[in-house]
């Protein structure tokens, strides 16, 4: 499985963004996906995660209300609106795909991971 992460850019704060990413190689209808991200100096932390059929979603906490994860299984894509945004959320932000519907807020749940798009907000 590939996974193309898109979407990021410089934005004020306040405004929004649609990052989508877009897997390719094999079928991930199957897969959980999520998002992590990365701020600069800082470890990569989960943001928000969806199951194979988009019935189960979580999200971080500092993100529930701002954040919203989608998929669309036919396009093979998933995506995160992510609205009023704050100079905080500034990161990379990452794809990635998961064999298993648990435990998805960790990175060791997922096998496979897309180079990221990067996210910078002005304030």
């Known amino acids: 499985v590939q996974l193309q992460a898109s979407g990021g850019g410089l934005v004020q704060a306040g405004n929004s963004l649609r990052l989508s990413c877009a897997a390719s190689?094999?079928?991930?209808?199957?897969?959980?996906m999520g998002w992590f991200r990365q701020a600069p100096g800082k470890g990569r932390e989960f943001v928000a995660a969806?199951?194979?059929?988009?019935?189960?979603?979580y999200l971080t906490d500092t993100v529930k209300g701002r954040f919203t994860i989608s998929r669309d299984n036919a396009k093979s894509t998933m995506n995160l609106q992510v609205n009023s945004l704050k100079p905080e959320d500034t990161a990379v932000y990452f794809c990635?795909?998961?064999?298993?519907?648990?435990?998805?807020?960790?990175?060791?749940?997922?096998?496979?991971w897309g180079q990221g798009t990067e996210v910078t907000v002005s304030s």
């Open positions: 190689g094999r079928t991930v209808s199957t897969y959980s």
């Open positions: 969806i199951n194979w059929s988009g019935i189960s979603i």
């Open positions: 990635a795909a998961s064999s298993v519907d648990y435990g998805l807020a960790y990175e060791r749940a997922y096998e496979y």
